[in-house]
């Protein structure tokens, strides 16, 4: 079984400042990772995915993210941060020739402020 | 515009009542899923169909049931036997030889 742990569950920080989202997994086998973002009252958008290659994962809206395997790690990272990204972000696992079956974390809130 | 179609978007629903949430896909996706998410909490799986005519449980099964006539619709019920209905709830979607989830905007049910 897998398991995904985001650290923080809210995350307030001033608007242009750079910001860091931590998620930790745990699993037996190789997996996939993601980070979804949802704004207030909509569905769930994905920003990134790691599925193999490079470790460094470049996302929408100037996000990325460094899968580390050692670490069972995989941390959102955004070097300015904008109003407009406030809202909630999931990391996401699933094991590799699993059929796609997604084990989220509780999510973090992102609060950016003026 | 393909995606993911989910309604109603609000619904109310009195104790003892069963409603149905719809969801349709134009995205000729095969596999089908239904999430259950309350304030605060990630996401917990209640539904899942890689095919149509067939279909899983997830963790939180109890109280619902699903239904996969066509592979571009995946309606979940709400039963009176769901003890604490009130949520926000998702339908996703993908292709099994795919690795991506893509999600619908959701529908948010509140028992009054």
């Known amino acids: 079984a897998q398991s995904v742990t985001q650290l923080d569950s809210q995350v307030p920080v001033f608007e242009e400042a750079p910001v860091e989202l931590r998620c930790n997994y745990s699993s037996s086998v190789s997996v996939y990772l993601f980070w979804y973002v949802q704004y207030p009252n909509q569905g769930l958008q994905l920003l990134l995915k790691?599925?193999?290659?490079?470790?460094l994962v470049k996302g929408i809206n100037g996000f990325e993210a460094e899968f580390n395997k050692s670490q069972t790690s995989f941390h959102l990272r955004k070097p300015s941060v904008h109003i407009s990204d406030t809202a909630e972000y999931f990391c996401?696992?699933?094991?590799?020739?699993?059929?796609?079956?997604?084990?989220f974390g509780g999510g973090t809130r992102l609060m950016v402020k003026p | 515009d393909g995606g993911i179609t989910q309604s109603p978007k609000y619904l109310f629903r009195k104790e003892g009542q069963n409603v149905t949430l719809s969801c349709e896909q134009n995205l000729n996706h095969d596999a089908m899923y239904w999430y259950r998410q309350d304030p605060g909490q990630g996401l917990r799986l209640i539904y899942y169909?890689?095919?149509?005519?067939?279909?899983q449980k997830g963790d939180i099964a109890e109280g619902y049931s699903v239904s996969r006539e066509k592979k571009e619709s995946f309606p979940l019920t709400v039963t009176s036997a769901q003890k604490n209905p009130t949520a926000f709830y998702l339908c996703?979607?993908?292709?099994?030889?795919?690795?991506?989830?893509?999600f619908g905007e959701g529908s948010w049910l509140t028992v009054v």
């Open positions: 996401a696992v699933s094991e590799r020739n699993a059929g796609n079956m997604l084990t």
């Open positions: 996703a979607s993908t292709q099994l030889s795919g690795n991506t989830i893509y």
């Open positions: 790691y599925l193999s290659g490079s470790t």
């Open positions: 169909s890689q095919i149509v005519n067939d279909f």
